[in-house]
């Protein structure tokens, strides 16, 4: 039997859900980069003033990306602190200092950037 197989378990499914939502960030960031690319196939073929500004969702969508991919190694790092203190007997700070704060408001930016872009799609 593996000791604190519970408390090593739940540190893997913590694991898991820090890479699912880096993966997230990482397709969502994809979806706004070809959405920009698909609007500028919808500008190119009919010219309209009424057509959203072209370029708006592509660097919220790579900066999204950049979010998801630097969330993995975060993920990995605290994944073997929290594996290393549970092997250890002596009491250990597994916290990456100020991540949890950096990535909610990164979401949140995220989030400001893409209600400012469909305002503007919808307002031109």
């Known amino acids: ?4 197989y519970s408390d090593h378990a ?4 913590t694991f898991l859900a820090w ?3 880096a993966l997230a960030l ?3 960031g994809c979806v706004l980069a070809k959405f920009d690319i698909f609007l500028r196939l919808v500008v190119a073929e009919h010219p309209s ?3 959203p500004p072209v370029g708006s969702t592509s660097w919220i969508g790579i900066m999204a990306v950049c979010s998801g991919l630097a ?3 975060a993920a990995w790092l605290r994944f073997r602190k ?3 203190a549970l092997k250890g007997d002596a009491p250990v700070t597994i916290a990456l200092p100020g991540l949890e704060g950096w990535l909610t408001g ?3 930016l995220f989030g400001v950037a893409v209600l400012v872009a469909l305002i503007r799609a919808i307002a031109a």
């Open 1 to 4: 039997m593996i000791e604190r």
């Open 10 to 13: 739940a540190n893997e499914r």
């Open 19 to 21: 890479i699912r939502t």
């Open 26 to 28: 990482v397709a969502f």
């Open 49 to 51: 003033p009424r057509h």
């Open 71 to 73: 969330v993995f190694p």
């Open 82 to 84: 929290v594996r290393a």
């Open 106 to 108: 990164a979401l949140f």
